[in-house]
T-cell receptor, first 113, second 112 residues
């Protein structure tokens, strides 16, 4: 069964510092990969997605992610975090033709002044 | 205009009661979903409907019954509520199956 692993349950970063959230997916058919963000008390919002093509994808709010097939990874990055980035981040995958999306367990991001 | 809206946002009820959560999307999407998020933030799909037809039915107790009167609505009815049903339930929609999901703000259910 396909799976998504987010190894870091909780990350704390200083405001203005760079950020990288890790995501690994299980080997399988060409995955579609997504990063979603959930702010406290809110639903989930799509940050970015990868289907094919350029392996470095740009998203909203200054986020980017890089698909690395050799490492089965899709890590999320931001060069300089803002206090408003504090939220829960979910890495998600699906396979072409598969209706089910598989969610990672999430990484909670805390920003300190 | 809210793209995916769910009501109620909060629901507190006693064990054994029956309750419903409603979901509506105005995006014109064909596929709608119900997800359950537990206290550890883990999200698990419960149901998926495509154009009013049930596509995915995960191992959910049959106390949970989704109903889709039209492709813009997907309601969730829960019978004989149990303590373990306490969670946040998210409705979502997508244009294509396994594509980008648009989520509602969630309905927090607390069973006492």
């Amino acid at each position: 069964a396909q799976s998504v692993t987010q190894p870091d349950i909780h990350i704390t970063v200083s405001e203005g510092a760079s950020l990288e959230l890790r995501c690994n997916y299980s080997y399988g058919a060409t995955p579609y990969l997504f990063w979603y963000v959930q702010s406290p008390g809110q639903g989930l919002q799509l940050l970015l997605k990868y289907f094919s093509g350029d392996t470095l994808v740009q998203g909203i709010k200054g986020f980017e992610a890089e698909f690395k097939r050799s490492q089965s990874s899709f890590n999320l990055r931001k060069p300089s975090v803002h206090w408003s980035d504090a939220a829960e981040y979910f890495c998600v995958r699906s396979n072409f033709g598969n209706e089910k999306l598989t969610f990672g367990t999430g990484t909670r991001l805390t920003i300190i002044p | 205009d809210t793209a995916v809206s769910q009501t109620p946002k909060y629901l507190v009820t006693q064990m054994g009661n029956d309750k419903s959560i409603k979901c509506e999307q105005n995006l014109g999407h064909d596929t709608m979903y119900w997800y359950k998020q537990d206290s550890k933030k883990f999200l698990k799909i419960m149901f998926s409907y495509n154009n009013k037809e049930l596509i995915i039915n995960e191992t959910v107790p049959n106390r949970f019954s989704p109903k889709s009167p039209d492709k813009a609505h997907l309601n969730l009815h829960i019978n004989s509520l149990e303590l373990g049903d306490s969670a946040v339930y998210f409705c979502a929609s997508s244009q294509v199956e396994a594509g980008e999901l648009f989520f509602g703000e969630g309905s927090r259910l607390t069973v006492l």
